[in-house]
């Protein structure tokens, strides 16, 4: 089942896509339980590691390490402006 959807970063990742119901428990793919009909949530929060070894590849996916990036991030509102 898995094997069709489309490959992508974060909250679709096979793990970040399991869901969890809030009601009844129920494990499946869907926000909404198939079972119940309640509200499901991520069954599991995405792991983390600083030894994260795919690091580097995913700044050059997001186009961290290109000059222009930087100017791409929001900035916060200066204090003269509140």
């Known amino acids: 089942m898995l094997a ?3 490959r992508q970063r974060g909250s679709e990742m096979a793990r970040q896509m399991m869901q969890k119901c809030k009601d009844c ?7 909404t339980c198939p079972k ?5 949530q991520a069954a599991a929060p995405i792991k983390w590691s600083p ?3 795919r690091a580097h590849l995913r700044r050059k996916l ?3 390490e ?4 930087a100017e791409t991030l929001p900035t916060l ?3 003269e402006e509140e």
């Open 36 to 40: 119940c009909g309640g509200v499901s």
């Open 62 to 64: 997001d186009g961290v």
């Open 51 to 53: 030894e994260d070894k």
């Open 25 to 31: 428990g129920y494990h499946s793919l869907s926000t």
């Open 4 to 6: 069709g959807l489309h």
């Open 66 to 69: 290109d000059s222009g990036w």
């Open 77 to 79: 509102a200066s204090s």
